[in-house]
Structure formats: structure tokens, C-alpha cells
């Protein structure tokens, strides 16, 4: 791939972190060692995603939320993991916590899949990765950080490729033009839709959400630019939180998300019901105005609350609102209490995922429809994708507009929640619109 390539940490600051470390691992002191960068120009770098480049080498992880002052870049794993709950990650946090490492430092970043695999996947390109990364740079608020973190099993030599991935990289790439494949046929979309919609009748369910998926496949003199595409998200979502998760088989999971399952800071708890969707053409009262659209976000907001009630001393429920972004407006309302104790984030995330608005209601009924009849697999897409730092806190959003990202190839999912009053027609336009959002944003280089 053409260009150059500046590192935001400077070689040689790299190599004295490596040499520092085969030093103490030498000596023997430690089983495990944590070498920080000074802060300098990967800060505000990494604070907007500009010009990150993963290496197809090593896995990655990305998160960034500017709206709550949150940004992380991971790279390289120590542990990895495909589904994950808060008593494996004790030992991990106990011996990273030994480094002096901040408590409010994230130590896990990444996606987990939307349902649990059933078995053990055949090779690492299935992708539902949680990283303890090696490589780390990270800020929450005025709080911030840079650091390699290595042990005796760690390829040190490796290192410093791995943090030249966080470069000013110039090089030139443009948008796809290729046409996606649907995966399904409209009309047998629309006929699921009629199923749901007679079974909501019979009174199986309030709410169901559909998922479905398009397909891009690129030339042979094409890749897909990972770094280009986080770009391109952040810069035309503003609102949303940009993330994205790669193996190092150049496997990636990238989106831009409107949607927080959930955030935990203390006994402070936050989440959001939304749901409803319309074109954004500056209409917000007919989306309020929609007894359809209503109907659907009062599904998940009143589900949402039930759940978090009981670990709660106090719970609120925000009126509807309307969230806009670039191309698309949703309802939706801030759930906030305070827990009656101290809860583990992936607790709680555990506890709601999967909403009504990427399952159904009643979840238990609407799963296991779903996994009896969609016709594809959802991997990490509507799946939880956030951070957990040393006590337990962090942050999950729900990772909707998104895609799979392989080298020549990029499979992109849409949903769209089904309720009594769902036109079958409306729904596919619906999903039609939502993928625009990680289609459009898709960018590309010449492959070597």
C-alpha cells in the first residue's frame, strides 16, 4: 500500500519501553511488566480515531465515544476471549492491578457475539473477541494513558511493529462503488415479517427484531481499509460511537452505534431504551407523533426498567425523545438509577442483553424464535461491545451499523424491530436505510 508513515510514539521511546522490559523479565523481578509512553501526539490521535491504521498482523480493538470522553486503542492480546462473564476476568485483573495500573485504566476492550456459540469455532476467524491487549493507549475524561504491558511469553520483538500502528499514515483509498447482495430476497424478508407480524397477533410476542445482511465482494486488486473506514464513521457520525475489533487473520468487526446497553460508575447505572426509526429529514414530530414507533420504544424502555429495578434503590425513565443522526432519527429514552451495591458491568450487561431492541419481547420467546428461523448468523452484530476497567466499571454499546470486515470481502447487517402495526414494505425500506450508514462509510485501497 502506497504512502508514509509517522509514528504518534517515537521509535526510539518504543524501543527503550521493549529494552526496559527484557531487562526487569531478565532479572527476573517481575512475571509481568508495564512500561508507559510520555504523553505526546497519540493522545489527541487516538482521542478522534484520525488516521489509525491496524496492522493485519495482531489483533486490534477500537472504542471511541466522544460525547462521554472516552477513547481506546488496543492492540496485541495477552488473553483473549469469545464469550466472557465477570468471574473469568478476576485473576487477569488482580495481576495487571500488581503493575500499578490505574484502577479507572480500561483492562478488557472489545465485542462479544450477540448468542453464545454452541461449540468451539473451528479456527480465530470467528470473530467475538475480548482483548487484554498489550498494547494500550486510552483516555476517560481528564484521565489518560500509554503503555506497553508484556510477560516471559510475549514476542518483545513484535512490540515495536505493534505500536507503529498507531501512525499518521498517509495513503490514498476511496469508497466503495460496488453494489451490495442482499444474503436474503426482499420478499422472503417480508414474508418473515407477515410470520412475525400474524404471530404477534396470536399473541406469542410484543416485539420481534429482524436482522439481515448484504454482502460486498471486492476486486482482486482491492482491500478494505480498516483504519480509512473508522475514519470515515467518525467523522460522518458524530454522535454515535465509533469501535471496531479485528483478529489478526485480518478478520474485523467495525460500526458506528447510537445505542448504550450499558454504563456503570460505582452504584451509577445508565442505559437506553431506543427504538423507532425515520429518514432524518428534520421531522422529528412525526416520529413522535407515530403510534406505530411509540408503541415499539415503550416495548424496550418499560422491558429495560423491569430488568434494572431490582438492583436498584433508585430508577428514572426519561419521556421519548428524539435522537438524530446523520441519515437517520430513532426514538429514545436515558434509564438512570443508582444500585443498591456495587455491581460487575458485564453483570448488568449480562443481565439486559438482548434488549427488545435487537431481540424481542418477551426475550426468552423471541430467542428462541430467532434462532430457530433467521437465516444467517449474527456473529458480534447487535452483540455487546465495550470496556470493563480495574474495578469493575465501563461502558457496552450495542453494536448495530456495523459490518464484517474480511480482505476482499464485507458483509454489512441491518434490523428492524417488528410490532403489531409493522408494514412488511416499510420494514425492508427501514433496514435498507440503516445500512447506509456503515456502506457508505466503507473505504478501500489497492491491494498489494
Not at 511488566?33 to 480493538?61: D, I, K
Request: proline share 6%; charged share 20%; with cysteine.
Amino acid at each position: 500500500m502506497d504512502g508514509t508513515s509517522t509514528p504518534l510514539v517515537p521509535r526510539a521511546a518504543i524501543e527503550n519501553a521493549v529494552e526496559k522490559a527484557r531487562s526487569e523479565l531478565r532479572a527476573g523481578q517481575k512475571s509481568r511488566v508495564r512500561v508507559a509512553f510520555e504523553q505526546g501526539a497519540w493522545l489527541s490521535v487516538v482521542h478522534e480515531l484520525v488516521n489509525f491504521h491496524p496492522s493485519v498482523g495482531h489483533p486490534w480493538a477500537v472504542f471511541s465515544d466522544p460525547a462521554r470522553a472516552v477513547a481506546i486503542v488496543a492492540l496485541g492480546a495477552h488473553r483473549r476471549f469469545l464469550t466472557v462473564t465477570s468471574p473469568e476476568l478476576g485473576n487477569e485483573v488482580a495481576a495487571i492491578a500488581e503493575l500499578g495500573v490505574p484502577i479507572q485504566a480500561p483492562r478488557f476492550v472489545g465485542g462479544l457475539p450477540f448468542r453464545p456459540p454452541t461449540g468451539a469455532p473451528a479456527d480465530r476467524s470467528t470473530l467475538g473477541d475480548f482483548l487484554s491487549p498489550e498494547l494500550l493507549f486510552w483516555r476517560r475524561g481528564e484521565d489518560f494513558g500509554g503503555w506497553v504491558l508484556v510477560d516471559s511469553a510475549t514476542d518483545l520483538d513484535s512490540i515495536v511493529d505493534l505500536a507503529e500502528a498507531v501512525a499518521i499514515r498517509e495513503r490514498s483509498h476511496s469508497a466503495l462503488v460496488q453494489e451490495p447482495v442482499a444474503a436474503e430476497p426482499r420478499s422472503a424478508f417480508e414474508q418473515r415479517v407477515s410470520r412475525v407480524r400474524d404471530a404477534i397477533a396470536a399473541g406469542l410476542f410484543e416485539k420481534v427484531v429482524l436482522a439481515r445482511a448484504v454482502t460486498l465482494d471486492l476486486a482482486s486488486t482491492q482491500a478494505v481499509d480498516s483504519g480509512a473506514t473508522l475514519l470515515a464513521l467518525r467523522e460522518s457520525q458524530p454522535r454515535a460511537v465509533v469501535y471496531g475489533v479485528s483478529n489478526n487473520q485480518g478478520v474485523a468487526f467495525i460500526g458506528a452505534t447510537p445505542e448504550l446497553l450499558v454504563k456503570v460508575d460505582g452504584q451509577r447505572v445508565e442505559t437506553q431504551a431506543l427504538a423507532g426509526t425515520r429518514d432524518s429529514t428534520g421531522r422529528g414530530s412525526a416520529l413522535i407523533g407515530s403510534e406505530k414507533d411509540r408503541d415499539e420504544q415503550s416495548v424496550v424502555a418499560r422491558t429495560i426498567a423491569e430488568d434494572l429495578w431490582p438492583l436498584c434503590q433508585t430508577l428514572t425513565v426519561s419521556e421519548p425523545d428524539v435522537l438524530t443522526l446523520r441519515g437517520l432519527e430513532h426514538l429514545t429514552s436515558t434509564v438512570s438509577g443508582r444500585l443498591l451495591r456495587e455491581t460487575h458491568v458485564l453483570d448488568i450487561a449480562a443481565l439486559l442483553h438482548p434488549t427488545p431492541a435487537v431481540g424481542g419481547a418477551p426475550r426468552r420467546a423471541a430467542e428462541a424464535w430467532l434462532a430457530e428461523t433467521e437465516p444467517l448468523d449474527r456473529g458480534l452484530y447487535a452483540g455487546p461491545f465495550g470496556f470493563v476497567d480495574g474495578a469493575g466499571d465501563g461502558q457496552f454499546n450495542v453494536a448495530i451499523r456495523s459490518a464484517r470486515v474480511e480482505p476482499r470481502r464485507a458483509i454489512a447487517y441491518a434490523g428492524a424491530g417488528i410490532v403489531a402495526g409493522s408494514d412488511p414494505a416499510s420494514e425492508w425500506q427501514e433496514t435498507e436505510l440503516k445500512l447506509q450508514t456503515i456502506l457508505s462509510s466503507l473505504r478501500v485501497v489497492s491491494a498489494p
